[in-house]
Nanobody, 125 residues
Framework: QVQLEESGGGLVQPGGSLRLSCAGSGRSSRAVVVAWFRQAPGKEREFVAAISWGGTTNTRYSDSAIDRFTISRDNARDTVDLQMGSLKPEDTAVYYC?????????????????WGQGTQVTVSS
């Protein structure tokens, strides 16, 4: 079973950028979906972005992430990365990557079977 490990979190000022990586997810030759979710204290886990490949590559973003975040796959590094820009304090959360088989870009956490341990992102001045 695939194991995922997130990295790249940290403290950043509002308006800054961070690049998160999800290792163990980028080199699959099967049709899979890798997604990023986040969970802030006291809130439910929410969808951020997803990418699928299996013939063609497709992406999907939450309304809060579109135009600010970019999800991509790095086959050589075996990672799926989330480039985050124009960060806001409300982006503060633990960010998780997760994987599921298939090509449907599901936004519900229950659709994903394997999860990483998460990486903390804090946006604060």
């Amino acid at each position: 079973q695939v194991q995922l490990e997130e990295s790249g979190g940290g403290l950043v000022q509002p308006g800054g950028s961070l690049r998160l990586s999800c290792a163990g997810s980028g080199r699959s030759s099967r049709a899979v979906v890798v997604a990023w979710f986040r969970q802030a204290p006291g809130k439910e886990r929410e969808f951020v972005a997803a990418i699928s490949w299996g013939g063609t590559t497709n992406t999907r973003y939450s309304d809060s992430a579109i135009d600010r975040f970019t999800i991509s796959r790095d086959n050589a590094r075996d990672t799926v990365d989330l480039q985050m820009g124009s960060l806001k304090p409300e982006d503060t959360a633990v960010y998780y990557c997760a994987v599921r088989n298939g090509v449907v870009l599901q936004t519900s956490p229950t659709a994903y079977v394997v999860w990483g341990q998460g990486t903390q992102v804090t946006v604060s001045s």
